[in-house]
């Protein structure tokens, strides 16, 4: 007799199969979840009088003993019980009895794990949430501690036009908040309830399915058993979220990387987030930034694993499912570290803003301003563009800049320009005509600041 799956059985599994099945090793951190959806389920069975409420009582405080051992880290898992539900399943039987096996009754491990992953997704959706929320309080605060600070933008990593270094950093604001209405959107999905779909078809107790959902905060009941224990939609768009913000940080950190480089010079990040070099005493490397960059990677291969794991499955639950947790597991925790260690490196951040005003004197940064500034002079833009073109070639010749050549230089090339021209194309002016919504001027920025504040004090993205 096999002690896991009974009568059918005449031999134990062999080691290897054990090995190759075994999941306890990663879902036993599912327990909290996976007992409450228990507690649940056996306070309905009572209810229902499926079991009697001796019993049900007897399996809950069974269980409620069993989430107090698990919190305090002394429960002994077994690879031989096979995952999570095996487990937790044989600790109670270990403590209340017979009575513990009722438990199963109208469930299967196929509707048990999705419910509790559903369960664990939720709060994660719920902790990422907050997480983002926390980032974006500390760019909010960031920028509005360096609101005045310029420094080149750039196109095709090639400087380009000033740019506020609040506007800089609100364009992460903006990626943040996508990601959570997105997780936000997500959660309705997540937050429905497979429990009752048992095996794959539905169970012919009269179970009540909105009880439980009640209980265990679901806000619909799945609509189909042979769906609901097979769907794993709702973990590839968790992960394809989890992707996204690995996105978005991993393209951050290769500003501030760049930024912190000496050969920019623009930033330094505090030495609790940087690293020194083994040989080279005279380095501080931006390893947190780096090493987030390249954990991105592993968060898009997890989200591939999970569709490549799903896209030859018939229906219904096929035990390649067990597969979807760790690259999961892995896309929530590296998500997760990684948007903490970005809010606490933040404001640990020096900035030079003498590098940043330097960088602005080089590259021609003025050019489009001036070309607009014969725009407004009546002339043809596509015109304008070409000979503002010609005096960049001029400043290159003699390595000087726009802003250093002389009126009566400036109008050798085009007539149309006088004195006022050093005006237009000092970064103050060319910042403060860029005033629309939406746009790099002091006062623009100041109302992106106000409405991200508003946004982060009504608690919504
Ligand atoms: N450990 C399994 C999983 O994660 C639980 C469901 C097992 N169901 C089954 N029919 N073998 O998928």
Not at 42 to 49: E, I, K, N, P, V
Not at 391 to 398: G, L, Q, S, T
Request: net charge negative; glycine share 6%; proline share 4%.
């Amino acid at each position: 007799m096999n002690k896991l799956w009974g009568g059918r059985f005449e031999t134990p599994p062999h080691a290897l199969m054990e090995a190759l099945g075994a999941s306890v090793g990663f879902d036993a951190r599912l327990a909290p979840w996976d007992i409450r959806a228990s507690i649940a389920h056996a306070r309905m069975l009572g209810d229902c009088g499926v079991i009697s409420a001796a019993e049900s009582g007897d399996i809950i405080g069974g269980l409620e003993a069993i989430l107090r051992e698990v919190d305090a880290g002394n429960a002994a898992w077994s690879p031989a019980l096979e995952d999570v539900h095996g487990n937790i399943e044989a600790m109670l039987v270990a403590r209340v009895g017979d009575t513990g096996k009722k438990l199963h009754t109208a469930r299967s491990r196929n509707d048990q794990i999705a419910t509790d992953m559903r369960l664990w997704t939720r709060d994660q959706v719920d902790a990422l949430g907050e997480l983002l929320e926390g980032l974006q309080t500390a760019i909010v605060d960031f920028a509005e501690a360096h609101e005045s600070a310029a420094l080149p933008g750039y196109t095709h990593l090639q400087p380009a036009q000033p740019v506020l270094l609040a506007h800089h950093l609100l364009a992460y604001f903006e990626m943040f908040k996508r990601d959570r209405e997105r997780f936000a959107e997500l959660r309705k999905r997540v937050n429905v309830m497979p429990l009752g779909s048992a095996a794959l078809a539905g169970t012919p107790h009269p179970i009540n399915r909105d009880q439980v959902a009640r209980e265990l905060g679901f806000e619909a009941l799945s609509a189909n058993s042979m769906d609901a224990v097979s769907d794993r939609d709702y973990l590839i768009e968790f992960c394809a979220a989890c992707a996204m913000v690995m996105m978005h940080l991993s393209r951050w950190s290769e500003e501030l990387i760049l930024w912190n480089s000496p050969a920019f010079g623009f930033i330094e990040i505090g030495d609790a987030f940087s690293t020194g070099s083994s040989i080279m005493p005279q380095k501080k490397n931006p390893d947190a930034a780096e090493l987030t960059r390249g954990k991105a990677g592993r968060v898009f291969a997890d989200l591939a694993a999970l569709l490549s794991l799903m896209k030859g499955l018939p229906l219904t639950y096929n035990r390649d499912l067990q597969e979807d947790k760790e690259p999961v597991f892995h896309a929530s925790d590296t998500t997760q570290l990684c948007l903490a260690v970005f809010a606490e490196m933040l404001p640990g951040i020096r900035v030079n803003a003498a590098r940043m005003e330097e960088a602005l004197s080089q590259g021609f940064m003025a050019a489009t301003d001036l070309a607009d500034y014969l725009a407004a002079k009546g002339m043809a833009f596509r015109e304008a563009h070409h000979i503002v073109g010609e005096i960049v070639r001029h400043c290159i010749a003699r390595r000087t800049t726009l802003e250093n050549l002389s009126i009566d230089t400036l109008k050798k090339f085009c007539a149309d320009i006088d004195e006022d021209v050093f005006d237009a194309l000092a970064t103050a002016t060319i910042l403060s005509r860029r005033n629309q919504p939406g746009g790099t001027a002091p006062e623009s920025v100041r109302q992106a600041l106000l409405a991200a504040r508003d946004m982060l004090r009504a608690k919504r993205p």
